[in-house]
């Protein structure tokens, strides 16, 4: 994840101010993260975590990648020698199911990565962490929000990453295409992007925007 | 975010061995990226059977608590 990218900065922050309120208001004493990659920002988390609950603090770290559970596991077990670390290799979409039964859990869902699903996903997705959760458990997702329609195009320009990040290759032709999005007033967001040379480089689109 | 062709043209995906081709003016999805407003998410949560508990963010993002009731 590029270090500009916002929602990440703006997740972090959150989290470095809130964590102990967030902590508290969740009651929690098992911390259950979805798509924890690489757990880099779950201290924020785990030491108010760690600090209410003493030794019955959990935390388990739910990821596809069984490389990334274990290189965060590694970490978070010398940095946090009484906590309990249960990880587990699961697709949050199929098995919700399997996180384990230890205490009250707070299951946080952070990134912005529900922004990625279609509205019925969403549903099912949401439904999937109520069914799966005892009385008193919470949830805690992160979630990009709506902005001003005026800001977009000026944050787009004054990011860091400049413009022509919106790289496209693989034999499109950008000339071609353009983005498109279905905000009211910014169908078009640029025309004309880098053209790529090279038979062969990264097919690369990916460039989170700011609005719906 | 959607993509529209500007005008009819070949796509060769050499990693995947095939070519694709694209109408004028066809659109292709290239990701979801939805973004939210508090009533909307807390709204999604009551629709799963979750009670929004609390809420906090900078006016760009934000992070929103839920509990599961009796």
Known sequence: MQPEYYP???ERALLDQYGEQIIQRSGATTLVEL???SSEKT???LDPLTATAGGAAVYVPVDVSVSALIAAVGKLEQEYPDLTIH???ADIDQHLDLIPN???RL???LGGTIDNYRPAERHTFLSELAKNSNSGDTVLIGVD???DPQRPIRAYDDAASPPSSISMCCGFSTGDLELTSRYPGFRTLRRGMTKSTGSRCDCRLKKDTWWT | MRLQAKERHVVD???LDIDVEFAKDEVIRTEVSTKFTRELIESEFVLAGLTPADWWSDGDYALALARKDA
Do not use: D, M, N
């Open chain 1, 145 to 147: 929000l709506i902005k």
């Open chain 1, 87 to 89: 990880g587990l290799k």
């Open chain 1, 35 to 37: 798509g924890s990659g």
């Open chain 2, 13 to 15: 995906l050499g990693v």
């Open chain 1, 8 to 10: 990440t900065r703006a």
């Open chain 1, 43 to 45: 201290p924020a988390l």
């Open chain 1, 107 to 109: 299951v946080g869902f």
């Open chain 1, 102 to 104: 230890y205490g009250t």
